[in-house]
């Protein structure tokens, strides 16, 4: 028979300290709306949109009916050298939601896969173009990019490049953006830090620009903490990778849908790339899916100058899972017609209040915020780097809040469909834990 009461052993669980979480287990059982219910019937405000894959809330009504429906029509279709009406659909609706900036979608199982696929994509592009030298890529340091080799070769966190060797060749990163001493405690995009990107003119002459394929960064460096960038800087790097020919790829799987109260980071900013990775929201984490959006002269290129047969030798098993492109064709039906960005653009202030209303708290020493995210940035106790923040995480957990933690930041994140009464709920309990803290 089922039961909530399994045996913990057999699941090595991502991203987490097994040994300790079964010491004290931590089990949701379900979910709806704004909250998660653990297996002990405890009610949780989800302050992290799951792992900010949630922005419709849970159990939205719409992808709910449309899964269903779905898999009891098509459970599987394979996407080499064959499609299904769902795929053409949800790529159609996706090239108008983006309002016709990019022509082509490529489907994915994951945010990881849309990265790995976003490098391909360019390296391939610039061999087919005569300029096949153009093979380096460079990433930022800090930046989250997923957990494929190619994401994590580009990506900036120590601790997820650190035990798995020398990675791929031939990659370089930008300075991150976090200048604290100049920053903090700024509300939006801080005012200092956009000459950062000037040092991508410093590796174009360090090894030429018919050497460098692409450059890829998040808009919003999400998963190192919430480092929102420098006014001028997106726009600075967009400018130099023009100048010298380098694809600027923008990593939107966690900006993506509505988050900085825009469809996309790309609108907030008004900075176009010319590839744009997604995921999570894009099916309400319902089920996984990632899309690559690409300009039609990527596209182009690659119908008119590769050999004839396949144009482009990648994809997935699961690339345009019928039940996930009916998930993600039904999120966009919600996003259109049911005013989660106008609601979360509605509650951006009275979120900005709320989080820097902390400001002064034991062992705060920054604030960060844009749309309906936001960073509380902790001091770190003396030799125990991340320990504070793990000890507010569990803290939250008993008191029926979900957080996430990063180092000693805590990331915050919630559905979009947020009322005041839960922006209420989860800055109070974070204020009392904050207070407590040793």
């Not at 809330?57 to 009406?85: C, I, M, T, W």
């Not at 489907?107 to 896969?113: D, L, P, Q």
């Not at 039904?330 to 202030?349: H, K, P, R, S």
Request: glycine share 12%; charged share 20%; with cysteine.
């Amino acid at each position: 028979m089922p039961s909530s009461h399994h045996d913990q052993s057999a699941y090595w669980m991502p991203f987490t300290g097994n040994r300790d979480f079964h010491a004290s287990p931590r089990m949701l059982e379900s979910a709806e709306g704004m909250y998660y219910r653990t297996t002990q019937g405890q009610k949780v405000l989800d302050g992290t949109a799951g792992l900010w894959c949630t922005p419709l809330g849970h159990r939205n009504a719409r992808v709910v009916r449309a899964v269903q429906q779905a898999v009891e029509k098509l459970d599987y279709a394979p996407s080499f050298q064959l499609g299904h009406p769902q795929a053409f659909a949800l790529a159609e609706r996706l090239q108008a939601f983006t309002g016709g900036r990019f022509s082509r979608f490529f489907f994915t199982g994951s945010g990881s896969e849309s990265v790995d696929t976003a490098l391909k994509i360019a390296l391939n592009y610039h061999r087919l173009r005569g300029e096949g030298s153009r093979t380096r890529l460079i990433g930022r340091e800090r930046g989250y990019h997923g957990v494929g080799f190619g994401g994590i070769s580009v990506g900036g966190i120590v601790g997820n490049r650190k035990p798995f060797g020398p990675l791929l060749p031939g990659v370089d990163h930008l300075p991150h953006t976090h200048l604290p001493e100049r920053n903090a405690f700024t509300r939006g995009e801080p005012a200092h830090g956009a000459y950062l990107a000037d040092d991508l003119e410093r590796l174009v002459a360090l090894h030429d620009a018919s050497n460098i394929a692409a450059v890829i960064v998040e808009p919003v460096a999400g998963s190192t903490g919430v480092l929102v960038p420098p006014k001028g800087y997106l726009q600075r790097l967009r400018e130099i990778c023009t100048r010298h020919g380098i694809l600027l790829v923008f990593d939107e799987v966690i900006t993506g849908f509505g988050r900085l109260g825009t469809r996309f980071a790309f609108d907030h900013f008004g900075v176009e790339p010319d590839i744009v990775t997604t995921a999570k929201g894009l099916t309400n984490g319902t089920i996984p899916m990632g899309a690559v959006f690409v300009k039609d002269e990527i596209y182009q290129t690659f119908l008119e100058r590769s050999a004839p047969g396949i144009e482009l030798a990648h994809g997935y098993t699961y690339s345009g899972h019928p039940i996930a492109c009916a998930a993600a064709l039904a999120t966009l039906d919600a996003f259109e017609n049911d005013g989660v960005i106008e609601n979360a653009v509605e509650q951006q202030n009275y979120w900005e209040n709320a989080l820097h209303a902390l400001q002064g708290l034991p062992h705060v020493v920054d604030l960060r915020n844009l749309g309906i995210v936001a960073a509380i940035e902790l001091e770190s106790a003396p030799g125990k780097p991340g320990a504070r923040a793990m000890a507010a995480f569990r803290s939250a957990f008993e008191r029926g809040l979900l957080i996430r933690v990063t180092g000693d930041v805590i990331a915050l994140s919630p559905p979009l469909t947020l009322q005041r009464t839960h922006i209420d709920e989860l800055f109070g309990g974070l204020a009392a834990i904050l207070r407590e803290l040793r």
